[in-house]
Structures are given as C-alpha cells and as structure tokens.
C-alpha cells in the first residue's frame, strides 16, 4: 500500500525533535487540560489523556482498597474519626483478648491509621501526589520565562535548564513539567525524587508513551542539564524502545535512520501487539511516498505517521493484534 504526505508533515507529530539545533516550526493543536485542578497546563489530547491513564494506573496499583479514594488520601475529618475508632479497638482489645489476637488488631489498628490498603510502604506512597507544574508554553510565554530567568537566575543557569524560544519542547504542547506536591513548588527546577510516588510514576511513563527527557549523562547530546521533573510524550512503542536502550531522543531518531521501507524494519513486540517502525527520508519535491508493508493475511496495517523534525518521517504499523491471531487461527480451525 502506497500513500502521499505532504513534506509540511515533517515538522508534526508525537516524534518531532526540538532541541537547540532543530527549532520548532509545526503548530501544537488540540491542546486541552490534563486535569481541572490545573487551568494553566495543557497538553496535546493524546498527551493529555495518556498522561491521566498514567496517574490512574499508579493509584490503582498502590491503593486497592475501595476506602481510599481517587486521590489515594482521606481527608483530615475521616483520618481523625479512625484514630478514635482505632484507639476504641485497641483500649477494648487488651484485658479480653489473647497475645496474637492483640497482634491482629494492633496491625488492622495501623493499616486504618495509616490511610491505605497495604502497611506503611504503600500507605506513603498513596499519600504523596503528584502536581502538574507547566505543560504547553506559547512562543510569548517562553520568551517571558527565558528572560525573567535571565534576570533572575543569571546566564549559566538559564542556558543549563531554559531552553530559547522555539527552542523548546514545552511549545510542543508533548512536554511537561512534573513536580511532587508540597507547599513551594520551583517552577523551572521542581523537585521529582527518584523514590516513592515519582519513581512509580517514572516507572510506568514508557508503558504509556512517556520519556524522562533529559536524563543524567546525555547532557552532551541534549545540551540540557538532567531535568528529573520533565517529561515528554513520543507515544508507545517508542516510549519503551528509548527506555529499554537508555536513549537520548536525539539518539533514537538518528537509530531509526537505519530501518527503512524496503529494507529491515525495528521490530517491537510487548506480548500483546506487534509493531514495525522505519524511517522514509523526505523527497525534495513538496510530498514524500510512503509504501506500507502488509500483514501476511494480506490486510493492510494501522498506521501512524510522525514527522521527526529533521529530515524525514517515523513510520509506526501495527501489524497484528494478538488476539486477532488467535480469532484468525481459530475461524481456520473450523
Ligand atoms: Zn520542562
């Protein structure tokens, strides 16, 4: 299958690299807030929503219980009413019952205080959240940021964590700035430790299409200094294929370059889907031809094209759902 894309496309989607080198020059589109409590930050949509999945999946993961609400905490009027309880437990549990019940009670006593499912561990994990600190930055509003920086901060620091107008990810509307919540969050320098909430966060990030952008040692390829807090959405499967090989974005577009249409294909299988991805260097004239491969049933794939800024364009097929297989294999069997 053959299909037409116009070279403008170059400079969109999820894979696009803006960096000091490679200025931004698509627009960001569909921008939309990631959660109400935010009204500054917005992201692209599917940034956006996969980024809510992604707090949904930490939740769900630490804090089963079915008490512990969506935040993961109570609120200061429930933690009071289950200490009396508790300590009405524990003053009515020691003439009458035996040495392990008293253990029993003593444990059931902590894990209600303590607000969660699982003991401790947990329980401060499910009490700590996370605060979105800046998502989408307008060509305006990064210039206001660079320079008050500038001002503030000096031209060392601001070269080190600011990025130039146009010469920053946050204009993409794919990038965001994370922070863990507490009373005086730095806009530009959040704190996101790597243990207890942010760590389960930065876990799962490539499961759900995110990269810890500007990681420790990658300084000389990003020309930014390791920035903990920032993430930015490339999509899966290529969020995993750059945390599972420890990439630079910069890095990875430049691997993809040796995977084309005709040629070998970068494979990527996570048990579920199965995915190919090649590189197609754009044509001079003002549109580029893509030749898609086709399952071996025949079908033609789902696919997705991103722009990588640079040169070119990142092609993405999915080629087969595994469930598909199996209800294909299964109609044969019949
Ligand atoms: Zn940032």
Request: aromatic content about 12%; proline content about 4%.
């Amino acid at each position: 299958m053959e299909i037409l894309v116009s070279n403008e496309g170059i400079y969109e989607g999820n894979l696009i690299l803006v960096n000091s080198d490679f200025p931004l020059r698509g627009k960001s589109t569909s921008l939309i807030l990631v959660n109400e409590k935010y009204p500054q930050v917005l992201l692209q949509a599917e940034a956006a929503q996969m980024l809510r999945q992604a707090f949904r999946s930490i939740i769900d993961a630490e804090c089963k219980d079915a008490s512990v609400s969506a935040s993961g905490c109570f609120c200061e009027g429930e933690r009071t009413e289950i200490q009396k309880e508790g300590g009405y437990l524990l003053s009515y549990a020691s003439p009458i019952f035996s040495e392990i019940e008293r253990t029993e009670i003593q444990k059931e006593y902590t894990m209600l205080v303590s607000g969660c499912c699982g003991g401790r561990e947990q329980a401060d994990i499910c009490k700590e959240s996370i605060a979105l600190v800046s998502g989408y930055r307008s060509e305006k509003e990064q210039t206001d940021i660079y320079e008050s920086s500038l001002q503030e901060n000096g031209a060392e620091f601001t070269a080190k964590f600011v990025a130039l107008p146009n010469h920053s990810e946050h204009q993409t509307g794919l990038a965001i700035d994370l922070g863990l919540e507490k009373e005086n969050i730095d806009f530009i320098c959040p704190d996101f430790p790597y243990e207890g909430i942010c760590e389960k966060f930065r876990a799962v990030a490539p499961q759900y299409g995110f990269i810890e952008r500007y990681r420790k040692g990658k300084e000389n390829i990003t020309k930014i200094a390791p920035e903990p807090w920032h993430f930015r959405y490339v999509g899966f499967p290529h969020s995993a294929i750059i945390s599972e090989n420890n990439f630079a974005l910069e890095e990875y577009i430049e691997y993809l370059k040796q995977f084309s249409a005709n040629g070998e294909h970068l494979k990527y299988d996570n048990g579920r889907t199965y995915f190919e991805i090649f590189y197609v260097q754009a044509k001079k004239a003002g549109s580029t031809k893509i030749i898609l491969p086709y399952h071996t049933d025949g079908a033609a794939p789902a696919y997705e094209i991103s722009g990588n800024n640079v040169d070119g364009f990142v092609v993405t097929c999915i080629m087969h759902l595994r469930n598909s297989i199996r209800q294909h294999r299964f109609r044969k069997n019949i």
